[in-house]
């Protein structure tokens, strides 16, 4: 039984994130056709048998690119996404630096909400229970394995020390996470563990 977790393709600089309704740059779509030919390629390998999406629109379009290459269709799911920033998403970083001076994911308190948005404490939660259900719907079967995951940095971060058993908070350190990576989950006998890292073979 296997994930496999990608980040979504190169999005738009110069924005904030979050839940924004900005989409991919060209090289992101380029990206995401490389990973889906690189799937198509590797599909004995990979044994991929169901895809689930984030459903914001940086995602879906990466989604979309690898569901061409695979003949597949993507489940989008809101559950998915990137933290919730409320009324910073997908601002200019200059407007969001004049109208909500100081305002970043890592100086919010664990409790302290985006204006509009989710404290990190419910991205944490939210990202937890989501991950908790595929794993048991895998397990029980009512997902079939292998599954493709394509979401967020944010999210795969929080995904990498639930896996380590260590104490996630805003302010934590990020593992390598670059765009399209993939990162394979895999269950064996002490449980589901990481077992590869941000993999970019499909960009050599």
Do not use: C
């Not at 765009?179 to 002490?190: D, L």
């Amino acid at each position: 039984m296997k994930i496999y977790l990608v980040r979504h393709g190169m999005d738009e600089e110069g924005y904030r994130g979050g839940w924004s309704q900005r989409g991919l740059t060209e090289q992101g779509i380029n990206q995401s056709k490389r990973l889906g030919e690189h799937l198509h390629q590797h599909a004995e390998e990979y044994d991929i048998h169901t895809i689930i999406s984030s459903d914001l629109p940086r995602a879906v379009q990466t989604t979309r690119e690898i569901e061409k290459k695979l003949n597949m269709q993507a489940s989008l799911m809101k559950d998915w996404r990137e933290m919730n920033n409320g009324e910073l998403a997908g601002m200019l970083h200059k407007e969001a630096e004049e109208h909500y001076p100081g305002v970043y994911f890592n100086t919010l308190e664990m409790n302290s909400p985006f204006p509009g948005g989710e404290s990190p404490r419910d991205f944490y939660n939210r990202i937890s229970i989501s991950f908790k259900d595929l794993l048991r719907d895998i397990e029980e079967q009512t997902v079939k394995s292998n599954v493709l995951l394509i979401t967020h940095g944010g999210v795969i971060n929080i995904l990498y020390y639930l896996l380590e058993q260590r104490e996630w908070s805003n302010k934590s350190s990020f593992y390598p996470m670059d765009n399209t990576s993939v990162h394979t989950v895999e269950k064996g006998r002490r449980g589901w563990k990481l077992s590869s890292a941000n993999g970019l073979n499909h960009l050599d």
